[in-house]
């Protein structure tokens, strides 16, 4: 082995040997075990949230193929309707044209080409981070088979009655030309207006206090032209004698009733709110309630459109509604006709005032566009029957989320689930299989041919197929199933679903777990016809924050690329990563202050290893977890440790009786053996609880602390000492190279390049056959290798030699300088430990000798430390140069009361106090405390050696 820890020198070409080898296949004799990976965007990269889930995937996925279960891992990528048809449309822009230039069918094949030729990078990143998919079965949602699953689903669903064409509102994308999603529009918290504005009271009506008016306030002016009523709360006083009466309403002289709806909050405003039912989400639900008219401003012909044309809305009023809009609205931008209606109010001496007030605007995730509730025709699946059984399926067992209380947050949306908008006015995507005839009646079917035998529709028929695709998340919502072949009963439909596992964010709960649940359960179904499950268990991780705790974002410029950390980066490459594409001056400026501020030396190599060690060290159950890099820099360490712990077994594991030839097993072999098999279950336990942080904090306090620091330690003495027995040094050589073998087997799921790199090595003097690690069984706890005796005698043994190091730290005495030891208080027991143990600790603690005193003896001034009830004293006389250790304690006593002084003069300056943020004061609070804990210590060791 090299001397020194190369990561890149070993990932790489060890990836590339596992997958040419069909490592990552399933082959386990035993039960199956499948996670279906969560098809990232194909237009995407790799960020934090990737490295996060794909870390967890791969630990739970080598664990259970080292367990022996016959594991799938399976891989593939989302067409990603929208982001893929933005990329290639701004790329057609830069040739100065557009999609309709080039029609539909070419327009296609130029996304085509690009998936082609550019789609598969974030394929070739989840390699990077050791993810052991299998590639073999890789699948993407536009593949043929994947495509012919989308339209089974859809023609079932639609026969069963759960698929339909209605005019409900959408949020419309008014770029892109196209609805979207709720998980595809941003709320921005901005500043804006409130419009507080009369509405005339028609028939001589008067309100309690005698006015002829109403006062309604709003935050979007210009939908008022589509107004079908004002609401009060039934409830408030002032306005139920108006109940049912009428206001004009301005502009368009239309009357509009006054209605009554709980709906309306009395301490809002004046209490009177009004009813934009094609314009806005809540008031849809009170026109329903109320049976009022939906009246769009956007699109004169919504209500006569052929149902396969391709939707425009862009933002502006349309001509007419019943032709009551007022001519000089007709054409104008929203924005723009707000100005013109507020000036028009504002002159007909109807705007009352305009109030500065707080808005959550809504606004497309891709397109940075105001989005528009819009009313319109689209295809909807009928949610309620199927969320019954998912629901059942939750509160049954069948499917389990862990943590737990995200099954609340399951439970409160699917109790509530709206009616799901699937048409997307977009080109590229599963394009919806209806097709129509000349007078709008609509076919389903799953081509044109079986539209026409099934209708009896002969050539003469002009038919023309609906120009919508689907919502990306249909498609991913059979994704369990659908790449395993269904419709059809393949073998491996048979063998593999239902699935274990889904990992994901609570952030996509609703949009894709609930989905996939209920899309399954209907779709597929056991032997005995009883619903299919995707999966039996929902393990949902936070998200991914800075070292503050704040969302890594582009604009708060603290996003990280996985790859820059397992590659390393230098500083100016990072700088234009983060700064790249903003379009504000003073925010590239100030992001790359950050950067520079936070990265002077930009960012090291750690190697992945490192990297997917930090994130399941970080994955307690389903917080966001604080990514700090001196986390991945403490586990570089660790990766460090264990190299460097190899080369040692290494260099000293021959002849370690592995051909049979008698061994003897020493107290640190017994002891380190005994630890083994609590660390094997614990880390087994913990995995299968899915407690991803605890399973790293047991191993890495195995390998590091008990094997490196002590094991490797106290191995020393036998082998270094030519008068051992053999046996006894052919029982340690096979102890260290047994036992990391098996920690190297425990540590592979975490940690998949240095393990295999150091077993190859390794195994042979195990005399263990096998060409990769990762198909070597998983370690046993085997309980009756637990020696509690030696597991008490090492304890002692630990403890006394970490007080005499701690005695040489505190007096300064040098490492090599040989302590002669007293002890009192000596039980039995002590005495027989030190007896059995004289050459080792004299060996390990560097003691020159050990001498029992009687109870009652007096001993020379000395250091103490404390093992149990027994003393260890350490005389100080003629160990140290008195008057030079106490002149070096006097300078360091008076720096750290310089620190005391300086940072107390900071806490107690108010101004500082006032306006530093909380975090800083808390640091300063923090370094005092330490300044002087540290100063009352040394004052104290000032104090003993002043009296020898």
């Given at each position: 082995?090299?001397?020194?820890?190369?990561?890149?020198?070993?990932?790489?070409?060890?990836?590339?040997?596992?997958?040419?080898?069909?490592?990552?296949?399933?082959?386990?004799?035993?039960?199956?075990?499948?996670?279906?990976?969560?098809?990232?965007?194909?237009?995407?990269?790799?960020?934090?949230?990737?490295?996060?889930?794909?870390?967890?995937?791969?630990?739970?996925?080598?664990?259970?193929?080292?367990?022996?279960?016959?594991?799938?891992?399976?891989?593939?990528?989302?067409?990603?309707?929208?982001?893929?048809?933005?990329?290639?449309?701004?790329?057609?822009?830069?040739?100065?044209?557009?999609?309709?230039?080039?029609?539909?069918?070419?327009?296609?094949?130029?996304?085509?080409?690009?998936?082609?030729?550019?789609?598969?990078n974030i394929s070739r990143q989840i390699r990077r981070l050791g993810s052991s998919v299998d590639w073999s079965r890789e699948r993407f949602t536009m593949d043929d088979g994947l495509s012919e699953a989308v339209k089974e689903a859809f023609v079932r669903l639609h026969e069963d009655g759960?698929?339909?064409?209605?005019?409900?509102?959408?949020?419309?994308?008014?770029?892109?030309?196209?609805?979207?999603?709720?998980?595809?529009?941003?709320?921005?918290?901005?500043?804006?207006?409130?419009?507080?504005?009369?509405?005339?009271?028609?028939?001589?009506?008067?309100?309690?206090?005698?006015?002829?008016?109403?006062?309604?306030?709003?935050?979007?002016?210009?939908?008022?032209?589509?107004d079908a009523a004002v609401a009060v709360n039934p409830n408030d006083e002032r306005y139920q004698a108006l109940i049912g009466k009428f206001v004009e309403l301005p502009l368009v002289g239309r009357r509009i009733p006054i209605i009554a709806d709980d709906y309306c909050d009395p301490e809002f405003?004046?209490?009177?709110?009004?009813?934009?039912?094609?314009?806005?989400?809540?008031?849809?639900?009170?026109?329903?309630?109320?049976?009022?008219?939906?009246?769009?401003?956007?699109?004169?012909?919504?209500?006569?459109?052929?149902?396969?044309?391709?939707?425009?809305?862009?933002?502006?009023?349309?001509?007419?509604?019943?032709?009551?809009?007022?001519?000089?609205?007709?054409?104008?931008?929203?924005?723009?006709?707000?100005?013109?209606?507020?000036?028009?109010?504002?002159?007909?001496?109807?705007?009352?005032?305009?109030?500065?007030?707080?808005?959550?605007?809504?606004?497309?995730?891709?397109?940075?566009?105001?989005?528009?509730?819009?009313?319109?025709?689209?295809?909807?699946?009928?949610?309620?029957?199927?969320?019954?059984?998912?629901?059942?399926?939750?509160?049954?067992?069948?499917?389990?989320?862990?943590?737990?209380?995200?099954?609340?947050?399951?439970?409160?949306?699917?109790?509530?689930?709206?009616?799901?908008?699937?048409?997307?006015?977009?080109?590229?995507?599963?394009?919806?299989?209806?097709?129509?005839?000349?007078?709008?009646?609509?076919?389903?079917?799953?081509?044109?041919?079986?539209?026409?035998?099934?209708?009896?529709?002969?050539?003469?028929?002009?038919?023309?197929?609906?120009?919508?695709?689907?919502?990306?998340?249909?498609?991913?919502?059979?994704?369990?199933?659908?790449?395993?072949?269904?419709?059809?009963?393949?073998?491996?439909?048979?063998?593999?679903?239902?699935?274990?596992?889904?990992?994901?964010?609570?952030?996509?709960?609703?949009?894709?777990?609930?989905?996939?649940?209920?899309?399954?359960?209907?779709?597929?179904?056991?032997?005995?016809?009883?619903?299919?499950?995707?999966?039996?268990?929902?393990?949902?991780?936070?998200?991914?924050?800075?070292?503050?705790?704040?969302?890594?974002?582009?604009?708060?410029?603290?996003?990280?690329?996985?790859?820059?950390?397992?590659?390393?980066?230098?500083?100016?490459?990072?700088?234009?990563?983060?700064?790249?594409?903003?379009?504000?001056?003073?925010?590239?400026?100030?992001?790359?202050?950050?950067?520079?501020?936070?990265?002077?030396?930009?960012?090291?190599?750690?190697?992945?290893?490192?990297?997917?060690?930090?994130?399941?060290?970080?994955?307690?159950?389903?917080?966001?977890?604080?990514?700090?890099?001196?986390?991945?820099?403490?586990?570089?360490?660790?990766?460090?440790?264990?190299?460097?712990?190899?080369?040692?077994?290494?260099?000293?594991?021959?002849?370690?009786?592995?051909?049979?030839?008698?061994?003897?097993?020493?107290?640190?072999?017994?002891?380190?053996?005994?630890?083994?098999?609590?660390?094997?279950?614990?880390?087994?336990?913990?995995?299968?609880?899915?407690?991803?942080?605890?399973?790293?904090?047991?191993?890495?306090?195995?390998?590091?602390?008990?094997?490196?620091?002590?094991?490797?330690?106290?191995?020393?003495?036998?082998?270094?000492?030519?008068?051992?027995?053999?046996?006894?040094?052919?029982?340690?050589?096979?102890?260290?190279?047994?036992?990391?073998?098996?920690?190297?087997?425990?540590?592979?799921?975490?940690?998949?390049?240095?393990?295999?790199?150091?077993?190859?090595?390794?195994?042979?003097?195990?005399?263990?056959?096998?060409?990769?690690?990762?198909?070597?069984?998983?370690?046993?706890?085997?309980?009756?290798?637990?020696?509690?005796?030696?597991?008490?005698?090492?304890?002692?043994?630990?403890?006394?030699?970490?007080?005499?190091?701690?005695?040489?730290?505190?007096?300064?005495?040098?490492?090599?300088?040989?302590?002669?030891?007293?002890?009192?208080?000596?039980?039995?027991?002590?005495?027989?430990?030190?007896?059995?143990?004289?050459?080792?600790?004299?060996?390990?603690?560097?003691?020159?000798?050990?001498?029992?005193?009687?109870?009652?003896?007096?001993?020379?001034?000395?250091?103490?430390?404390?093992?149990?009830?027994?003393?260890?004293?350490?005389?100080?006389?003629?160990?140290?140069?008195?008057?030079?250790?106490?002149?070096?304690?006097?300078?360091?006593?008076?720096?750290?009361?310089?620190?005391?002084?300086?940072?107390?003069?900071?806490?107690?300056?108010?101004?500082?106090?006032?306006?530093?943020?909380?975090?800083?004061?808390?640091?300063?609070?923090?370094?005092?405390?330490?300044?002087?804990?540290?100063?009352?210590?040394?004052?104290?060791?000032?104090?003993?050696?002043?009296?020898?």
């Amino acid at each position: 082995m090299d001397k020194t820890y190369q990561p890149h020198a070993i990932e790489t070409s060890w990836y590339e040997t596992w997958e040419s080898e069909n490592y990552f296949a399933p082959q386990g004799a035993g039960d199956s075990y499948t996670i279906m990976i969560p098809p990232p965007n194909v237009t995407g990269s790799l960020h934090m949230g990737h490295g996060f889930n794909n870390a967890i995937m791969d630990a739970l996925i080598r664990f259970r193929r080292m367990q022996g279960r016959n594991t799938l891992w399976q891989p593939g990528t989302d067409h990603a309707g929208i982001a893929t048809q933005m990329l290639v449309e701004r790329q057609l822009e830069a040739t100065g044209q557009n999609r309709h230039d080039l029609g539909r069918e070419k327009f296609l094949e130029k996304i085509w080409e690009w998936k082609d030729q550019s789609g598969g990078n974030i394929s070739r990143q989840i390699r990077r981070l050791g993810s052991s998919v299998d590639w073999s079965r890789e699948r993407f949602t536009m593949d043929d088979g994947l495509s012919e699953a989308v339209k089974e689903a859809f023609v079932r669903l639609h026969e069963d009655g759960l698929i339909y064409r209605g005019k409900r509102l959408v949020n419309w994308d008014t770029k892109l030309h196209t609805a979207i999603s709720d998980l595809e529009v941003e709320n921005h918290d901005e500043k804006g207006f409130l419009w507080n504005l009369k509405y005339p009271l028609a028939d001589g009506a008067k309100t309690a206090e005698g006015n002829d008016y109403l006062i309604v306030a709003t935050t979007r002016p210009e939908t008022m032209l589509g107004d079908a009523a004002v609401a009060v709360n039934p409830n408030d006083e002032r306005y139920q004698a108006l109940i049912g009466k009428f206001v004009e309403l301005p502009l368009v002289g239309r009357r509009i009733p006054i209605i009554a709806d709980d709906y309306c909050d009395p301490e809002f405003g004046t209490g009177c709110v009004k009813i934009t039912p094609a314009h806005d989400f809540n008031d849809y639900e009170v026109g329903k309630r109320h049976n009022l008219p939906l009246l769009n401003i956007f699109d004169k012909n919504a209500a006569v459109l052929p149902a396969c044309q391709v939707f425009n809305l862009d933002g502006t009023l349309n001509e007419s509604i019943d032709g009551k809009i007022p001519a000089e609205y007709a054409g104008l931008d929203r924005f723009e006709a707000r100005k013109q209606i507020v000036a028009a109010f504002d002159a007909a001496g109807l705007l009352v005032s305009v109030d500065d007030h707080g808005l959550k605007v809504p606004k497309g995730d891709r397109s940075g566009t105001v989005i528009e509730p819009w009313l319109t025709d689209q295809w909807y699946v009928s949610t309620k029957p199927l969320a019954e059984p998912a629901i059942a399926a939750v509160e049954d067992g069948r499917i389990a989320f862990v943590p737990k209380q995200y099954e609340n947050m399951y439970f409160s949306w699917m109790r509530d689930i709206q009616d799901w908008c699937i048409s997307r006015q977009l080109w590229w995507g599963h394009r919806i299989p209806a097709w129509y005839d000349e007078s709008g009646k609509v076919y389903v079917g799953r081509d044109e041919a079986e539209v026409r035998a099934k209708h009896n529709l002969g050539p003469d028929v002009a038919l023309q197929q609906d120009n919508d695709v689907l919502d990306t998340w249909f498609s991913s919502g059979l994704w369990t199933f659908s790449t395993l072949g269904w419709p059809q009963q393949t073998e491996f439909l048979k063998k593999f679903h239902s699935t274990d596992v889904l990992v994901t964010g609570f952030d996509i709960i609703f949009f894709w777990v609930a989905r996939m649940i209920m899309l399954t359960m209907h779709l597929v179904k056991n032997e005995d016809g009883t619903p299919q499950v995707p999966f039996k268990t929902v393990y949902v991780h936070g998200l991914v924050r800075d070292g503050q705790g704040q969302k890594m974002s582009k604009s708060k410029g603290n996003v990280l690329d996985p790859l820059d950390i397992i590659d390393g980066i230098d500083l100016e490459t990072l700088v234009q990563k983060r700064t790249s594409g903003l379009m504000q001056p003073k925010l590239a400026k100030k992001i790359e202050k950050q950067t520079r501020d936070e990265f002077a030396d930009g960012i090291a190599s750690y190697g992945t290893d490192a990297l997917r060690f930090t994130f399941c060290s970080l994955a307690s159950t389903g917080r966001d977890i604080k990514f700090d890099m001196g986390r991945v820099e403490g586990y570089r360490n660790f990766c460090n440790k264990i190299w460097n712990a190899a080369r040692y077994v290494l260099d000293k594991g021959e002849d370690c009786g592995q051909n049979g030839e008698a061994y003897e097993l020493s107290l640190a072999d017994r002891w380190i053996i005994s630890q083994l098999q609590r660390t094997e279950a614990e880390v087994t336990r913990q995995l299968d609880q899915f407690r991803f942080d605890l399973a790293a904090q047991a191993l890495y306090e195995f390998i590091w602390n008990q094997y490196c620091d002590w094991y490797l330690e106290l191995s020393k003495p036998v082998l270094w000492d030519e008068n051992a027995p053999i046996e006894r040094q052919r029982g340690t050589r096979r102890t260290l190279v047994r036992v990391l073998e098996v920690a190297l087997r425990l540590a592979h799921p975490f940690m998949p390049f240095i393990t295999e790199e150091i077993w190859q090595r390794l195994a042979p003097l195990a005399g263990i056959e096998g060409k990769t690690i990762m198909l070597q069984p998983w370690p046993v706890a085997n309980e009756a290798r637990i020696d509690e005796a030696a597991e008490s005698d090492i304890e002692w043994l630990k403890t006394l030699m970490l007080g005499t190091r701690n005695i040489r730290a505190e007096m300064n005495i040098g490492p090599g300088k040989p302590l002669a030891v007293f002890v009192k208080n000596a039980s039995a027991e002590d005495q027989r430990r030190l007896t059995e143990n004289d050459a080792l600790l004299k060996k390990l603690a560097k003691l020159e000798s050990i001498t029992v005193l009687a109870d009652d003896a007096e001993a020379p001034l000395s250091a103490t430390a404390l093992v149990g009830e027994m003393e260890v004293l350490v005389p100080m006389a003629g160990l140290i140069d008195k008057g030079a250790e106490l002149a070096r304690l006097d300078k360091e006593i008076a720096r750290l009361q310089g620190e005391v002084q300086r940072v107390g003069g900071k806490l107690s300056n108010a101004a500082f106090v006032d306006k530093a943020p909380a975090e800083v004061i808390d640091k300063e609070r923090a370094k005092l405390a330490e300044a002087e804990q540290a100063q009352g210590k040394l004052a104290e060791q000032r104090s003993r050696i002043a009296s020898l």
